[in-house]
């Protein structure tokens, strides 16, 4: 992996869909946007996966001259970025499949290619999954898979420290794993790698679950201050912000650092009284001013959250909830829950094409023409429901939004548009972008344009009438 230089002379760039990058990763749909760069949803076209593309647009950073990023040095970062996952072996840690620092010849920005986490947040788990809080058995289960995911970060041999452990940076998936990502803030300290770091706190950290010593901008163990941020994000989830409110811009993060250097944040258990004493005790070490006095590492912080995880069912579990933190621990062996249309997915994942040759192309044009024929014989919802069994026998094959399923709803569209009936020709298009929408399909399909195409011709006969 190179650092690289002749791409520091780059200044703010712009990628878009469709864009591949490394002649590899084709980029689907953006995920995210920050002040010097975008997440994206993209395919590798050699394998045929899902991944994510974190590309590097303004080398320069942004800001007055006292707070801009010298020339070259987001690059350096963004290179240690890559350095502080790709040798890491852990189920909660993106694996990294490239690493670039940009071609200035092409006008190609720097990237960084890694596993795609399916899923949502935590902040999105605990908004739209949770009601904004989580169980004790969830909470514990939460704080075990970070500290796991922490001792093999701080590890003997690795050396690396996250730096920015928040909500917005944990991943849940709807099995109940976690992940941790974004590593831009990451420090290096193991003796055979590259240590670039600065204690300025032009460092991407963020109020509300950054460790004293950090803000302060004086010298600790780094280990303990993912510790502290550890302890913000289980004080989180059983009561709320350490300090401040929930209401967000209710206390600027100035006012929220100096609380975390200067005030002791509140008993846990008077937050929430289900919390037990040993856990409140845990969370409150975990968030001790001195680094010093912090539990010893992560594996420490593991041992005391054992006994609060939930226990696992000989039988397995019988019903599972997205999300539901206590799965890997309840039930660790459970596979995955297939995929359908219109349950809680992620809404970047493109429709899978591989297996379409499953479907019998001669029945599936026939039950289109029998679809037709019943609907121009006045029998529309024989038709409908005919056309819904083609659906979901295509989709069982290709994916909620393979090329059949959508070939299929747009001629629906098509026959009972032509017919006059808008009602259910509207309903089918209404179904088709849906699907096509949150399955990163390309706006401009082929089947999109010609479902549309028919109603805007519809709709401007109608009109000249």
């Known amino acids: 992996m190179q650092d690289g230089t002749a791409a520091e002379v780059m200044s703010m760039r712009s990628v878009k ?37 974190k590309v590097l647009l303004d080398l320069d950073g942004r800001g007055d001259d006292e707070e801009r990023w010298k020339r070259g040095e987001l690059l350096k970062r963004f290179a240690v970025e890559a350095r502080a996952v790709a040798g890491l072996d852990h189920p909660g840690i993106p694996a990294v499949y490239d690493w670039s620092g940009g071609r200035p010849e092409t006008e190609e920005p720097p990237y960084l290619a890694m596993q795609y986490i399916r899923g949502k947040d935590l902040g999105r788990v605990l908004a739209e ?9 969830e909470a514990a289960s939460l704080g075990a898979q970070l500290s796991s995911i922490l001792a093999v970060l701080h590890g003997t ?15 849940v998936s709807e099995a109940g794993r976690v992940s941790a990502i974004d590593f831009g803030s990451a420090l290096i300290v193991a003796p055979h790698r590259t240590r670039v770091t600065t204690r300025s706190r032009r460092a991407p950290t963020t109020s509300g679950y950054t460790a004293p010593e950090i803000i302060q901008g004086r010298m600790g163990p780094v280990a303990s201050s993912d510790l502290y941020a550890l302890g913000c994000v289980i004080y989180r989830v059983l009561g709320g912000p350490v300090f401040g409110s929930e209401e967000e811009g209710e206390q600027s993060s100035r006012v ?4 975390h250097v200067t005030e002791m944040p509140q008993p846990l258990r008077e937050r929430n009284p289900d919390v037990p004493e040993e856990l409140d005790r845990l969370v409150l070490q975990l968030l001790e001013k001195e680094p010093s006095s912090r539990p010893a590492d992560a594996r420490e912080a593991f041992a005391r959250l054992r006994p609060f995880l939930p226990q696992a069912l000989p039988e397995g579990v019988e019903q599972a909830t997205p999300y539901d933190l206590t799965l890997p621990f309840r039930d660790p062996c459970r596979p995955p829950d297939r995929a359908t249309h219109g349950g809680q997915r992620d809404p970047a994942m493109p429709p899978r094409t591989v297996t379409a040759a499953r479907v019998d192309p001669t029945s599936f044009i026939e039950d289109l023409r029998r679809v037709s024929d019943l609907a121009g014989n006045g029998r529309r919802e024989e038709a409908g429901d005919l056309l819904q069994r083609v659906v979901s026998a295509v989709e069982s094959a290709q994916g909620p939004a393979g090329t059949d399923v959508r070939r299929a709803l747009a001629r629906g569209v098509r026959i009972f548009i032509e017919l006059g009936d808008e009602e259910r020709a509207k309903k089918l298009w209404k179904e088709l972008i849906g699907r096509t929408r949150d399955n990163g399909v390309d706006a401009d399909d082929k089947f999109i344009r010609e479902a549309r195409n028919a109603l805007r011709d519809y709709g401007a006969r109608r009109s000249g009438e």
């Open 17 to 53: 869909a469709g864009q591949t990058l490394g002649g590899r990763f084709e980029l689907v749909r953006k995920l995210g946007e920050g002040g010097i760069g975008q997440v994206w949803f993209a395919r590798e076209r050699r394998l045929e996966r899902d991944v994510a593309v």
């Open 129 to 137: 999954e949770t009601g904004g809080r989580l169980t004790v058995l």
């Open 157 to 171: 041999g690795s050396g690396v420290f996250h730096r920015d452990l928040k909500p917005a940076n944990i991943m």
């Open 256 to 259: 929220l650092d100096i609380a």
